[in-house]
């Protein structure tokens, strides 16, 4: 886990210094750190005679994936360009699901469980309702950003729709691989394989610091970044 946690990290700080004011730099860097956080959060599931310890690392599993997905739906909509007006009432939307996820998450025996007995450590969730509205929340962010870059790779050309492809392949990947160890199988099982969740981003991080950050033809600097 820490290695995951170190690339990541290391690839908002290669990501961010590319282009320190491009919001496509920022908030790719911002889904990278979150990714770094959400993986230390993953280790609860590794540590069953910690309840109180295994409590907060839930909670930062939990909230460091809710802010992914907002973070990554702002990425997609700046990478290279907007191709549509990004309107008040969407930008509420993100923000308000976001810190309504976050109450949810962090009140205690609402979503999860505080502390975590050792009995239920790889089942913190205790009310299915309120896991099945955050994979619902997540899964629909999601999606809706790999949509965006689905349709900005159809209207762009150019070194862009070489950046938006290599992009979704890289993070579709990290999305799927996460999603079904550490959103699906917990959600109709338990943590038992979540630790694989996490090592889906490190094609992630591989695939877009070898492709962007490696390889020449760069975006042109008017535009925006290296990403």
Not at 183 to 201: A, E, Y
Request: glycine fraction near 4%.
């Amino acid at each position: 886990m820490g290695i995951i946690v170190i690339t990541n990290i290391a690839l908002a700080w290669r990501t961010f210094i590319s282009n320190k004011r491009h919001p496509t730099n920022i908030f790719f860097a911002l889904t990278a750190l979150m990714i770094a956080f959400w993986t230390v959060g993953v280790s609860s599931f590794q540590q069953p005679q910690f309840s109180v310890l295994n409590g907060i690392l839930v909670r930062i599993c939990y909230a460091g994936a809710a802010l992914i997905a907002p973070v990554f739906f702002l990425f997609s909509y700046y990478l290279g360009y907007p191709i549509f007006p990004l309107k008040r009432w969407h930008t509420l939307t993100l923000i308000v699901s976001f810190f309504l996820m976050l109450v949810i998450i962090i009140l205690p025996n609402v979503f999860l469980a505080w502390p975590v007995p050792q009995d239920i450590y790889l089942k913190p969730e205790i009310n299915l309702f309120w896991h099945i509205v955050f994979a619902v929340y997540f899964t629909t962010i999601m999606l809706l950003a790999f949509f965006i870059l689905f349709l900005k790779y159809r209207k762009m050309d150019g070194i862009w729709r070489k950046r938006v492809k290599q992009c979704f392949i890289a993070t579709f990947v990290a999305f799927i691989g996460g999603s079904i160890f550490s959103l699906i199988f917990p959600l109709v099982k338990d943590h038992s394989f979540s630790w694989l969740g996490p090592v889906f981003t490190l094609f992630m991080a591989a695939y877009i610091w070898y492709h962007i950050f490696w390889v020449p033809g760069r975006a042109p600097k008017h535009h925006s970044t290296d990403h």
